[in-house]
């Protein structure tokens, strides 16, 4: 399986971006995770075949991760972003022993 994502950028704060991951191939689990500088790398959100999901209590309310399954896409569409949301971003993909990662894109919250 790979992984392409984008839509990272620079963003003030109480603005919105929406992130995109491409899946060669549909995978039960997909997610959103972010690491920012000097932290460990933590979930964000998930999301499974069935569109069951699962958020972070930190973006509750804010971000919202879908899925297209004809299109082997996730998405992350993040509102009210605030300084403390910036980090790079990375795509998982994850079924069975299958657990990739994508590149990563960064997201950039001015204040």
């Known amino acids: 399986v790979q992984l392409q994502a984008c839509g990272g950028g620079l963003v003030q704060a109480g603005g919105s971006l929406r992130l995109s991951c491409v899946a060669s191939?549909?995978?039960?689990?997909m997610g959103w995770y972010r690491q920012a500088p000097g932290k460990q790398r933590e979930l964000v959100a998930r999301?499974?075949?069935?569109?069951?999901?699962n958020y972070a209590d930190s973006v509750k309310g804010r971000f919202t991760i879908s899925r297209d399954n004809a299109k082997n896409t996730v998405y992350l569409q993040m509102n009210s972003l605030k300084p403390e949301d910036t980090a790079v971003y990375y795509c998982?993909?994850?079924?069975?022993?299958?657990?990739?990662w994508g590149q990563g894109t960064l997201v950039t919250v001015s204040s």
């Open positions: 999301i499974t075949f069935a569109s069951s999901t």
């Open positions: 191939k549909n995978i039960f689990s």
């Open positions: 998982n993909a994850l079924q069975g022993p299958t657990n990739v």
